[in-house]
């Protein structure tokens, strides 16, 4: 029976009870401010809704990049040598994160996603 790894992007808001749970990885969106770049997970909503009040602007986010990608799911395959990997992310159509998955996944050695 093949082995099996599920991994999503942070902005599927899992619970880290259900992450620690189904052993789900996480690749993290970033969060853009004037001033600095966070990964999503670094930084609480509420410093995001003190931002907003004090600018009235919303952070911007940016999608995982394939280069992001592709050493996510090599890690991945790394970590857990006998498992593939399902990765359950985005809509093409609401974010370019889904695309550069797939581009990320060309440039992988070790790593089998689906």
């Known amino acids: 029976m093949t082995k099996i790894i599920l991994t999503t992007e942070s902005g599927a808001d899992l619970s880290e009870k259900s992450l620690k749970k189904y ?3 996480t690749v993290p969106f970033s969060v853009n401010f004037p001033d600095r770049t966070v990964y999503d997970g ?3 909503v509420q410093e995001i ?3 907003y009040e004090k600018t009235k602007k919303i952070p911007k986010t940016n999608a995982v990049s394939p280069y992001q990608y592709t050493e996510f799911f090599e890690n991945a395959a790394r970590e857990y040598p006998e498992h ?3 990765h359950i992310g985005y809509s093409s159509g609401c974010s370019s994160s889904f695309g550069n998955a797939l581009l ?3 440039e ?3 790593a089998k996603v689906y």
Do not use: H, M
């Open 108 to 110: 992988c050695r070790k």
């Open 23 to 25: 052993n789900i990885l």
């Open 42 to 44: 670094q930084i609480s």
């Open 49 to 51: 809704y003190d931002y």
């Open 84 to 86: 593939e990997i399902i």
């Open 104 to 106: 990320g996944v060309k």
